[in-house]
């Protein structure tokens, strides 16, 4: 099976930013190779596997990730960190402090907490595709058939709870990969139900509501919410679509993250989540991508800088507060995609 590689959440628009450069300061603790990573798997610097003791918990530390120049600045409190990535057709999970190619997946997600992850095999078995449940305490790894061929089954998401996880199922039309529906994961009964959902737009992505009970994906210039049989529950329209990352809502749940309808002057929208309401737009700032939540008035985007890019917090009035990573033009040109996973 040949399934388009590169990013696996969506990214949403392309724009141009001229915003002042924030530098990335100097690592402010680290000690030690990481495992599995050489001087040579990056051509900005040595991995590092921090340590940082409870007294210097607020610093930051920098990790390199192998084959890539996109350094992380980590912080032990953060309430996310990196679990995995990919940057082309490589994928990469991580393991303590060091990260290892996973050369049998084409994306691994990792659940809230890190016990678990979901990882999609590159290439088709006995006629199905399908997912591999991954323990990662034990090393455990269990296949579960999702789709036959020739549906595809990619893009996880987890549910909050770590129990279920979604992907969306594509089919080919002409030279593309067009949405017809869902499937659903239960990591606890090892057992996949898709759903074949009608007039689903060809470009969805589905993802979990924020209370795990259904999916949602873009629909029309808006959000639709489906139950897990792919029946749609509620529809809100002209919201813009939802933001990417593994998560679009708040951590309430309360609201929900968009890019903004193509008449808004803002690129980025919060809706209220049981109304419906327009929440927020954020002013003075077009991002590359948006890559979830970290809390409740802060949101991950990826910014254009200097020549570069930044993976940066920003606030609901568009001021940027950290940065979390930043990357060469060439990483972004390799569709680096940064998984965050909440502790």
Known sequence: MSVTPGIRRLLGPLVVLALPVVPLPAAAHAAGPAAGISAAASPVSSAVSPRVSPAASWRAVDIVLPGTRVTLR??????LRVTSYSSGTKTYLRRGDGFTRQGAYQEVTVAPKGGKAIAVPTSYRNGHDSVVLLDLATSKATTIRTVRKPLVAHYAHWSRDGRKAVLTVQ??????WVTSGFVIVDASARTAKPAIVA???GSARFRWS???????????GGTRFYGQ????????VKTGRPAGGEDAFTPSGRGLMTWCPSTYTEHVCVWDRASGRLAAKVPGIRPKALWGWWDEKHFIAVIPSGG???????TLK??????????????????????????
Do not use: C, N
């Open 229 to 236: 049989d792919g029946a749609v529950r509620r529809t809100l």
């Open 199 to 201: 007039q689903v737009d």
């Open 210 to 220: 924020s209370d795990g009970s259904d999916v949602m994906a873009e629909y029309r």
């Open 318 to 343: 568009g001021r940027t507060t950290r940065v979390l990573a930043a990357f060469a033009a060439g990483d972004w040109d390799a569709r680096i995609y940064l998984g965050y996973t909440r502790r």
């Open 74 to 79: 980590e912080q032990a409190t953060d309430p």
């Open 308 to 314: 570069h890019y930044q993976v940066v917090l920003s």
């Open 171 to 176: 089919r080919k039309s002409g030279s593309a």
